[in-house]
């Protein structure tokens, strides 16, 4: 879900590729995002989609729904 960010995220690509308003990110790719850095990564057709991420700061969902699961799932 669309989301910014309370501090640093790291996206690895394993499989697949995604695309957020920075671009195209595909197998082998890092994303780096920043504090304040909104977007919406979103999986591109083809091959499934697998990432690995890391973060030093919860994320920040705009959604009530995103913001209610983040609640259960402590992302």
Same mark, same amino acid.
């Given at each position: 879900?669309? =989301?910014?960010?309370?501090?640093? $995220? ?9 695309? &957020?308003?920075?671009? *195209? #990110? ?12 909104? =977007?919406?990564?979103?999986?591109? $057709? ?9 973060? &030093?700061?919860?994320? *920040? #969902? ?14």
């Amino acid at each position: 879900p669309p =989301h910014d960010h309370g501090g640093r $995220e790291l996206t690895l690509v394993l499989r697949g590729a995604f695309g &957020d308003r920075f671009g *195209r #990110f595909g197998r082998g790719d890092v994303e780096e995002t920043y504090p304040d850095m909104h =977007h919406e990564p979103v999986a591109l $057709e083809g091959e499934v989609c697998i990432g690995l991420v890391v973060t &030093d700061a919860r994320l *920040r #969902f705009d959604g009530l729904i995103a913001r209610a699961m983040q609640t259960f799932t402590g992302v």
